[in-house]
């Protein structure tokens, strides 16, 4: 068996990542070709990884695109591959949208995806290409991974040239719902009419439900493709249901009606993402120690400019002030991109301004500290930093750093997650690995992951005042626990630690649910 791994992030190139995708697309080829399956994988170049690493090209292709065609180059990467795994970059001057090596493109609220869109969608044209030309009967499987590579059935069904790739078995997989791409279908050069003019649908399995006038990518790969895949059993049934984000309740997102028809077809499955256990962890540092290096990191945020974000002014006197003091925990940590997703609740209303400053005044009763390392939203961010200026016990790293996130990993003494929706997650099972204990809502991957008072502390509610309530409940059970019942926190961490998530288990799932 051999598979096309197509998707927007990967791992296993260096600055290939934004997500947790990303980590996904780097493991599943290893676990698969332990299996004795060959994986290809491909992503976008960005107009970096093809120059960053030492490549080949392996060939030209001019790919019908818009009114003409666009010149794209396929390129071989020679270190990252192996003799069952192939890693390969698409270049294209279209591909390069913001600054060499970006991988989206944030274009605002008023013109979603517009950039993005136009990006992927000439990006899957010329997997197409390769797939009728260079590759031609290379593959048994198309693994499509998030509404970047969902142009590809698109085209495999209703473009005639490509016809023959409808041949090849597609799995479609879902790693964020609430990301879904979606873009006119005409009146602008971003749109379905502008990328493939002469392309004739079937409008009904294409359009967004409630947009009529736009293509869903996402809501197309899902009426299209073998088998449509999410990355949890429990998140497999909230996305069955209507999303409800009065009561604090993130379903469907719309689609919920086509996952209920490709479930009733048999075509929608749920898998638990894995974690790879055979990497080592950085040794535990010390207070001081951690606070050096994450002072050194912050230096290193920012920049070959001489400008220094009020973030990062701010986190430098916070770890002056912190090294001089000292501690004796809770420590929690936070690690994750800042998005609605992830810290919507904590930054609900309060009497003391958000449920965050009523968090960082709990903790502070305990004598506890929190540090959030991430980026993405920068009204998020804004607040963030506003919040760390009126707390002496919080630490706010705007940016990321992947060894600074795996050392705060294990220098941490419990890991905060209050994601209002989650499809898997992977930061809840890294922490675990480093033997900490996770607060997080009930809900997606974390439901799967989590033991309530065995690995963790779950919190649920069935609005989002009832879930803020509950949050704070057990963020005062854990932090109790960790001052109060030594050997039961102890005990916990030992539990956590021994959490086996593994990704040979998903893979042979994976085999046996969606490539046969």
């Not at 028809?261 to 929608?268: E, I, L, P, T």
């Not at 649920?460 to 949050?471: F, P």
């Amino acid at each position: 068996m051999k598979v096309l791994m197509v998707a927007s992030e990967n791992d296993a190139l260096k600055n290939g990542k934004v997500g947790g995708i990303g980590d996904v697309i780097r493991d599943i080829p290893k676990f698969l070709s332990e299996q004795d399956v060959e994986v290809d994988v491909i992503t976008p170049g960005y107009q970096y990884h093809a120059m960053a690493n030492p490549s080949r090209l392996v060939t030209s292709i001019d790919v019908p695109f818009r009114n003409g065609f666009e010149k794209v180059e396929l390129y071989y990467l020679e270190q990252q591959s192996s003799a069952k795994i192939g890693q390969y970059v698409l270049e294209s001057k279209l591909f390069c949208q913001g600054s060499p090596g970006q991988i989206y493109v944030d274009d605002g609220a008023d013109n979603p995806f517009y950039s993005d869109a136009n990006k992927f969608a000439l990006f899957c044209a010329s997997v197409c290409e390769l797939l009728i030309g260079e590759w031609k009967d290379r593959f048994q499987v198309l693994h499509l991974h998030d509404w970047h590579s969902a142009f590809i059935p698109i085209l495999s069904r209703y473009a005639p040239r490509y016809q023959s790739i409808a041949t090849i078995r597609s799995v479609y997989s879902i790693h964020n719902l609430g990301i879904q791409g979606i873009r006119p279908l005409t009146e602008t050069e971003s749109s379905l009419q502008a990328w493939f003019p002469t392309l004739q649908y079937d409008k009904s399995l294409l359009v967004d439900p409630r947009y009529d006038n736009c293509i869903n990518p996402t809501r197309a790969a899902i009426n299209l493709a073998d088998m449509v895949h999410v990355v949890s059993p429990t998140y497999r049934l909230e996305v069955m249901k209507a999303s409800a984000p009065e009561h604090g309740f993130i379903g469907g997102e719309g689609l919920e009606q086509d996952l209920q028809k490709a479930d009733q077809q048999g075509r929608f499955i749920g898998i638990l993402n894995g974690c790879d256990y055979s990497v080592e962890s950085p040794v535990m540092l010390s207070n001081k120690e951690l606070l050096a290096l994450i002072c050194r990191q912050i230096r290193g945020l920012h920049g070959s400019d001489n400008f220094i974000k009020a973030s990062h002014f701010v986190a430098e006197q916070r770890c002056q002030s912190w090294a001089e003091q000292a501690f004796s925990g809770p420590m929690l940590i936070s690690v994750g991109r800042l998005t609605e997703q992830k810290v919507r609740l904590i930054f609900e209303t309060s009497e003391r301004g958000y449920v965050l400053d009523d968090i960082m005044h709990q903790l502070a009763h305990y004598k506890g500290r929190m540090i959030i390392l991430g980026s993405g939203d920068k009204s998020l961010e804004r607040k963030i930093t506003q919040i760390m200026q009126r707390h002496e016990n919080l630490l706010f790293i705007n940016g990321f750093c992947a060894g600074l996130a795996e050392q705060l990993y294990v220098n941490g003494d419990i890991f905060f997650m209050p994601s209002s929706f989650e499809p898997c997650g992977i930061s809840q099972m890294l922490a675990m690995r480093a033997a900490m204990p996770v607060i997080a809502h009930q809900i997606g991957g974390l439901n799967d992951t989590i033991s309530h008072m065995h690995t963790g502390f779950l919190f649920s509610g069935d609005s989002i005042n009832a879930q803020v309530c509950d949050l704070m409940d057990k963020i005062e059970l854990a932090v109790e626990m960790y001052q109060q019942d030594k050997a039961a926190f102890a005990k916990m961490c030992v539990n956590a630690k021994a959490e086996r998530f593994l990704w040979q288990t998903c893979i042979t799932a994976y085999i046996e649910q969606l490539y046969r």
